[in-house]
């Protein structure tokens, strides 16, 4: 089982405190997560010795950078097991990867009457793109529904998905239930009429082994600030046939072969969907990221997170009045969103916050699944490799003692 006290050495940021005296307890991993030094360091090192723009410069230092940006790409390609790395394009973050997809293949595919299938669970970055290219095209979005104990309804999919349908789009792992989904399955449904099949990856690649060319997908997205990488980077895989037939995204410098007056043709793959100049630290970050889960392996990450799930989940059900979302243990990720009779979810999320307890609060950017179930929000932990059952137990008495406060 992984050490997670030698995990924690490495994330300087649970030496901080909270507040005096208040050491932090970090159950936000799903939001965003923390960094590790190997990360911190590998963009320090970038800034202080080969700092140049990539793509360009005739001299050591830009091919220093280039070949480390571009050996970064190698890593994150391989991470999730793409074919190659020029399938691996790197955009800001899992929702460009959407708004990229919508835009590129979605306008060139997408007609009037044509059907988009989604899940009511997913995350606003895998709704709102399709609806905007829905609205633009007088195309049609659908929605596979999620049961009451927060799986999807397959039982739908006959209905749902049919010849009309163009893509199917869905969440591999629910950022609220934690629901992990049958990937393989729901993409060879896709594929069986002749729909392409998205899926977001954002709350999976940070937690289990990804093999994009296993599960077949034709599009995958994921950000690399949830997988101990920085912010400002993420990644869009796409099969290559489907990149190279798509047309670019953003223009500009670096995307394109040749530019003239009367019109411009376009690089190859990756770079014809990197307009500009990149991300570079973030890139390296990304990759020093990779590198340090390698190191931990997914396997162990994956299997420590379900101990550290199903432990939550059975000392938070001995709270009164508190209801967990979601699959039971053992089918979820480390995510465990939850409502207390007569308590806010926000003001839990503060009262917590007084503790030192960092969960999040609202809607989890999944306001039509909250709706559905006649919430407005949930408070939501989160775990991760560094998470210890002290914090859990943390985390549990804080919660009864808000509840004695509230006389509850
Ligand atoms: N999809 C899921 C399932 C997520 O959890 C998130 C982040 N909360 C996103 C998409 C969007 O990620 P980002 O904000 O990095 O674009």
Redesign the pocket.
């Known amino acids: 089982m992984l050490d997670v006290n030698k995990v924690r050495a490495d994330f300087p940021i649970l030496d901080v405190e909270a507040y005096p005296d208040t050491p932090l307890v970090f159950l936000d991993s799903?939001?965003?997560s923390q960094k590790p030094t190997a990360v911190i360091e590998a963009m320090n090192r970038y800034y202080r010795t080969i700092n140049a723009n990539v793509h360009r410069g005739i001299y050591r230092f830009s091919e220093d950078a280039t070949n480390a940006y571009e050996a970064a790409r190698g890593k994150v390609a391989r991470f999730i097991n793409a074919r190659e790395s020029a399938e691996l394009i790197f955009v800001?973050?899992?929702?460009?990867?959407?708004n990229l997809a919508a835009y590129s293949w979605g306008r060139a595919n997408i007609n009037a009457g044509d059907e988009i299938l989604l899940t009511e669970m997913?995350?606003?970055?895998?709704i709102v793109p399709w609806q905007l290219l829905a609205e633009e095209k007088e195309a049609i979005v659908r929605y596979i529904p999620v049961t009451a104990d927060g799986f999807l309804d397959l039982s739908t999919l006959d209905e749902l998905l049919t010849e009309r349908t163009k893509i199917l789009s869905f969440?591999a792992?629910?950022?609220v239930f934690g629901t992990i989904n049958p990937i393989k399955k729901l993409v060879a449904a896709a594929h069986a009429v002749g729909a392409l099949a998205m899926v977001?990856g954002?709350?999976a690649v940070p937690h289990m082994p990804v093999d994009v060319q296993a599960w077949d997908c034709d599009l995958f997205?994921f950000?690399s600030?949830?997988m101990c990488g920085p912010?400002g980077i993420?990644g869009l895989y796409g099969k290559r046939a489907l990149l190279e037939a798509m047309p670019p995204f953003m223009g500009g410098g670096d995307m394109i072969r040749k530019v003239t007056f009367e019109g411009s043709t376009f690089a190859d793959l990756p770079h014809k969907f990197e307009a500009g100049t990149p991300a570079i630290a973030e890139g390296i970050g990304f990759g020093a990221a990779v590198d340090y889960l390698n190191e931990l392996g997914m396997e162990e990450i994956h299997a420590y997170e379900q101990f550290i799930t199903t432990y939550a989940l059975e000392e938070l059900s001995e709270v009164k009045g508190l209801k967990l979302w979601g699959p039971p243990a053992g089918k979820r990720g480390g995510v465990a969103a939850f409502t207390i009779e007569g308590l806010h979810p926000h003001d839990i999320a503060d009262l917590l916050d007084k503790d030192g307890i960092a969960v999040r609060a609202g809607h989890?950017?999944a306001m039509p699944l909250h709706k559905k179930f006649g919430i407005n929000a949930t408070t939501r932990a989160s775990f991760y490799i560094h998470t210890t059952t002290d914090e859990v137990d943390k985390l549990v008495d804080s919660l009864n003692r808000i509840r004695k406060l509230f006389r509850l």
């Not at 800001?92 to 959407?98: I, L, M, S, V």
């Not at 997913?122 to 895998?126: F, G, Q, R, S």
């Open positions: 799903a939001a965003s800001r973050n899992t929702t460009e990867a959407f997913e995350h606003h970055a895998n969440t792992v629910s950022n977001d954002a709350q997205a950000s600030h949830k912010t993420g989890h950017c």
